[in-house]
T-cell receptor, first 114, second 112 residues
Framework: GENVEQHPSTLSVQEGDSAVIKCTYS??????FPWYKQELGKGPQLIID?????GEKKDQRIAVTLNKTAKHFSLHITETQPEDSAVYFC?????????????FGKGTLLTVNP | DGGITQSPKYLFRKEGQNVTLSCEQN?????MYWYRQDPGQGLRLIYY???????QKGDIAEGYSVSREKKESFPLTVTSAQKNPTAFYLC???????????FGDGTRLSIL
């Protein structure tokens, strides 16, 4: 199965700084790379995703970059705000037979200090 | 509004008791999933279903059972065989293929 590692496990930044979270995966057949944000007591919400034919994707303050050769992808948040504080998960999708499954990293707790 | 509804939000189980967690979606998605989340951990896949009347075991299926009789519903039963059931349970749905999964707000299960 897919092995997923996410670093760092915790990240504390000052408001306005940038934050970067990296996710490495093992399955070279993975072709879909989402990032999820989870607030306390809630389910995860998709914030950005990228597919294997694209190297970078940006949506306002959030961007994702993909390096398929090295098998890692990263979440970049610029101009961080206190409401960005949450747990972030990467979840690369590999194909097991005829089915697609997401394998979640263990998460990164991001704290943005005002 | 389209979405996924999980109920109840909190659930308590006595020793030796089976309990069923509800998950309903009105997104018209074919695929549905159940995950377990323990404190400080990522989500681990329990069961998933790509189509009505069909489902597959995930990575930690032992002690759990599911059914998929309707497209919009995917209930999860935590049986007495699951010796450590205390966790946060999340249900999700998606279109077929490698697509974003939409999550409910979870059910927190505790042992009395």
């Amino acid at each position: 199965g897919e092995n997923v590692e996410q670093h760092p496990s915790t990240l504390s930044v000052q408001e306005g700084d940038s934050a970067v979270i990296k996710c490495t995966y093992s399955d070279s057949a993975s072709n879909y790379f989402p990032w999820y944000k989870q607030e306390l007591g809630k389910g995860p919400q998709l914030i950005i995703d990228i597919r294997s034919n694209v190297g970078e994707k940006k949506d306002q303050r959030i961007a994702v970059t993909l390096n398929k050769t090295a098998k890692h992808f990263s979440l970049h948040i610029t101009e961080t705000q206190p409401e960005d504080s949450a747990v972030y998960f990467c979840a690369p999708s590999g194909r097991g037979g005829s089915n697609y499954k997401l394998t979640f990293g263990k998460g990164t707790l991001l704290t943005v200090n005002p | 509004d389209g979405g996924i509804t999980q109920s109840p939000k909190y659930l308590f189980r006595k020793e030796g008791q089976n309990v069923t967690l509800s998950c309903e979606q009105n997104l018209n998605h074919d695929a549905m999933y159940w995950y377990r989340q323990d404190p400080g951990q990522g989500l681990r896949l329990i069961y998933y279903s790509q189509i009505v009347n069909d489902f597959q075991k995930g990575d930690i299926a032992e002690g759990y059972s599911v059914s998929r009789e309707k497209k919009e519903s995917f209930p999860l039963t935590v049986t007495s065989a699951q010796k450590n059931p205390t966790a946060f349970y999340l249900c999700a749905s998606s279109p077929p293929g490698p697509q974003p999964q939409h999550f409910g707000d979870g059910t927190r299960l505790s042992i009395l």
